[in-house]
């Protein structure tokens, strides 16, 4: 590229970022796509997706392992789903009462997942977590919901952001019911419990993130083919834990699978680990990308939403003129066929098996040591960028990510599809293969001559 195109395309950036945000309070609709996400050289905009790619307005293409936040297991713009929803769409899309196709969902869903025996849709994870929240109080009569500080997020209401750094505009009210305990130590949660007894109504969290409720288990390295509720001591890992506990105090357990659905089994993480929980949530992957997710859960807690109890309380749960729009519903159903029929679910684990030794490999031919480490399971793999001390950096993450997109492979955080296959992988290794020597670089270095543009910042910030 000559100087005055690289200028001219710095300046086309510039002005679509100036725009984006003049029309979008924080530049995009959700805030892990915003600016501050991403490196300099970053693409504004994308124009579209298809399989494991997508492309700016440019036509420069770049494989992607953000997979929209995580919602896609199949592929950008797969033509199978596409045409459910379009068949839907044709239909009608939104009608004035119940849909054949939100029936067969429901249905479906019920019958995929072992916990759920009745189902609400929704159009995003936030309102379904609330949701879930508020028939826990609805069932126990009772206020505080406790979360672990490790999962990152659960919902943009005010019950969980206002545990985070984030308190502008928050009513605290609503915030004081939240609890916070540690993941993997039920003995935080023990002490909430023995501090608010009779008072708790549930214990949500996600099953597994990068880190698991089984630690460094000997079967860690068979994953999927002998899932952890095959293993004689799966009852004692750290969510049967929380299942005893919260069964004990007449608490409810609420497993958030937001991001663990449909991904690390069909059944979700909840069937992979053994736990059965009263309530669970699901979005992302469950329609390959399209808007849609779901609270389900057993019967008779679900029933507080119910209209056909005479005489019963009511309560007024997810009511949304959209959330049985009939194209997500014909996704998800397509999408659940696919993943049953090819099992997408183990392709997941094993392609995730692969990038991970691949990781580990280029960066140790770079000596690269505790710099560059990749934690988790091959199905949540989670990559470190962090200096000689081995503390996290900012500013390297940041470059390896710039350095990255110079190779063609955009990876703010890694969620992988079907359609990543041999030759993304192979892309994968050249891109790592500059990413990495350039990180050695500015591990001795610094990153003041390779960095362009500030470094990333956290999400959950008290200021800009």
């Known amino acids: 590229m000559t100087e005055k195109a690289g200028h001219n395309l710095d300046a086309e950036r510039a002005e679509l970022r100036r725009r984006l945000h003049g029309a979008i309070p924080g530049g ?34 770049y494989l992607d392992y953000g997979m929209a936040l995580r919602a896609n297991t199949l592929g950008y713009a797969d033509e199978r789903v596409n045409a459910a929803a379009i068949r839907e769409i044709e239909k009608g899309n939104n009608l004035t009462r119940a849909s054949r196709i939100e029936l067969e969902a429901a249905e479906l869903l019920c019958d995929t997942i072992d916990s759920a025996e009745m189902v609400k849709f929704g159009k995003n994870g936030s309102n379904v977590t609330t949701a879930a929240v508020k028939i826990a109080r609805a069932y126990t009569s009772r206020r505080f919901v406790c979360i672990p500080r490790q999962h990152p ?16 505009g928050v009513d605290e009210r609503q915030s004081s019911s939240t609890l916070v305990f540690d993941y993997n130590d039920i003995e935080s949660l023990k002490r909430l419990f023995a501090e608010h007894p009779g008072q708790i109504a549930a214990v949500m969290l996600e099953p597994a993130t990068h880190l698991t409720p089984c630690g460094q288990c000997p079967q860690f390295n068979d994953w999927p083919q002998k899932p952890c509720s095959e293993c004689p001591k ?13 069964t004990q105090e007449g608490a409810l357990l609420i497993l958030d699978e937001m991001i663990t659905g449909f991904r690390w089994h069909l059944k979700g993480a909840q069937h992979f680990f053994g736990v059965k ?74 392609y995730g098996a692969r990038l991970r030794d691949l990781l580990c490999a280029k960066a140790a031919e770079q000596d690269l040591g505790g710099a560059f480490r990749v934690e ?37 955080w890694i969620a992988v599809s079907q ?28 990153t003041g001559k390779y960095l362009n543009g500030p470094a990333i910042k956290p999400v959950f910030r008290t200021h800009n």
Not at 234 to 246: E, I, K
Not at 380 to 406: H, I, S, W
Not at 419 to 443: F, I, N, S, Y
Request: proline content about 3%; some cysteine; charged content about 25%.
């Open 419 to 446: 359609a990543h296959g041999e030759a993304e992988l192979e892309l994968t290794a050249k891109a790592l293969d500059g990413a990495m020597a350039v990180l050695a670089r500015a591990l001795d270095e610094g």
């Open 376 to 412: 988790g399971p091959a199905i949540a793999l989670n990559y470190v960028v962090a200096n000689r001390e081995g503390t996290a950096d900012p500013a390297l993450r940041t470059l390896f990510l710039q350095e990255m997109l110079k190779g063609g492979v955009l990876m703010p």
């Open 234 to 246: 799966s009852n004692g890992n750290f969510l049967h834990q929380v299942r005893d506990v919260t």
């Open 153 to 168: 997020f659960f919902s943009f209401d005010d019950w969980f952001i206002g545990t985070t750094a984030l308190k502008r």
């Open 277 to 350: 929980p009263d309530i669970s949530t699901f979005g992302k992957a469950m329609a390959n990308g399209f808007s849609l997710a779901a609270v389900c859960g057993r019967r008779d807690v679900m029933e507080v939403g119910s209209i056909d109890k005479l005489g019963m309380e009511r309560t007024f749960l997810l009511s949304s003129t959209h959330g049985s729009e009939m194209s997500s519903l014909g996704a998800f159903v397509e999408a659940t066929r696919i993943n049953r029929e090819e099992n997408v679910c183990l392709h997941l684990w094993d």
């Open 28 to 61: 995009a609709h959700t805030y892990s796509r915003g600016d501050d996400q991403f490196p300099g050289n970053a693409p504004p905009l994308l124009e579209r997706g298809k399989g494991a790619y997508v492309w700016d307005g440019h036509g420069e293409r």
